[in-house]
RNA sequence: AGAGAGGUGGCCGAGUGGUCGAAGGCGCACGCCUGGAAAGUGUGUAUACACCAAAAGUGUAUCGAGGGUUCGAAUCCCUUCCUCUCUGCCA
């Protein structure tokens, strides 16, 4: 959620930042100030007769004290008036304020300067690019078949136990994809990482916090019975430990990482593009979050990206860094640099880490604050990225490491799996 | 799930109708004391919103949340959420 504040005195630049993501935002950012412009007026009324109120309250003790019950019988007409407009009034306020937050909700976080302009993700800036892009011997097949030919993967069973996009993991595919986040996690802590375990559903409240709700209320599973939804990523739970939380500035910085699966329902995706492990609506990732002082954050996204390269070194994977355009970018995030993984079979990029600044978005919403060296409270900038997500990691070793004797396993991972060939 | 107890400031804890934003303690900050530290001692120490150009200041709200009774509610009533204890169930 922007800050009002921000609205108020930097209208015509929220305006110009929004305009890179292709949002035409004035009607909106107008009726915003007009609502908040007409909470505050009623907020003073409702106040100056709150205070008469409560002098009257008090004249009136007096006097029943004093024996002058006549007098203040005479004064307590006017206290039931007060009593009537005030609720009115703060029947109005109430409508104004909530009003005035659906509307906040509506306006996504303001791009970075350096965010390049553009409308899809044909726009985004490559930004960097590493690793060896392997040539295949002439059977290499895509991960699906892979997984099939080595009984690692079976996504009919998943079909029959759940449903499309819930897989389930067999042997050693079972085993590699532990291996993975025990190396994930292993890698994230030994930078300082703190390892997590949350929850993983999460109330409605959460939801809010990180900004899922209102704009992505389809996207989650929703238990009905308990009012719980099950989390689409660790930010989620993650990031709501610091909801309503005062920080000290000596706290600062946290860096939290956990491991969760993911749920979502990602409704109306199909065809070629979702086969396999592409697209699921349970898949395993490892998040890094982190909250920052303001002044920090942007190194902070820079150490992340950094230390998400490191992993992809480590695994030796062709990958690239994009910086995402206005366009393409998240609803709440101000700065996102996307991984993407070379699946050579596939012939394509999959997108297997994103790695996001929200500067004050989120903490605005969470009310999560630190106490600054002048003793003010300050809202916190929160950052988190994928380190990383599991299934086209997976996707990408599978196929990248095939060879027609089986497939390699990465040397870092040998140590996790136990094994060095699935064969 | 049933029965009971309870939710008060950063923490502990007092407070059953007005003088309560709230005693006392701990913690924290600053000062005094000290060669230095501890102890001792003094002062200060919630959040949000509104008014004000701003600071100072003033007002309003907040004792889990929402509603009600009352001139006046932390305190009484109702609803709801949560926590704890016992019983039941259970990995």
Known sequence: MLLLQQLKNDQQAVIAALAKRNLEAAPLIEEVLALDERRRALQ???DQNSARANQLAKSIGQLFQSGKAQEAEALKSETAQLKDLNKQIQQEMDACAQSLQEKLYLLPNTPHHSVPHGKSAEDNETVFEAGRIPSLHQDAMPHWDLAKKYDLIDFELGVKIAGAGFPVYKGKGARLQRALIQFFLDFNTEAGYTEIQPPHLVNEASG????QLPDKEGQMYHVGVDDLYLIPTAEVPVT???RDVLLAQNQLPVAYTAYTPCFRREAGSYGAHVRGLNRLHQFDKVEIVRVEHPERSYQA???????VKKILDALQLPYRILRLCGGDMGFTSALTYDFELYSTAQERWLEISSVSNFETFQANRLKLRFKDEAGKNQLCHTLNGSALALPRVLAGIL??????EGIRVPDVLVPYTG???IS
């Open 44 to 46: 003073t009324e409702l």
């Open 208 to 211: 809010y916090g990180t900004g």
């Open 240 to 242: 709501n430990l610091f």
């Open 301 to 307: 996204l820079e150490e992340m990206v950094d230390h």
């Open 399 to 404: 196929e990248n490491y095939q060879t027609p």
């Open 419 to 421: 094994f060095d060939l």
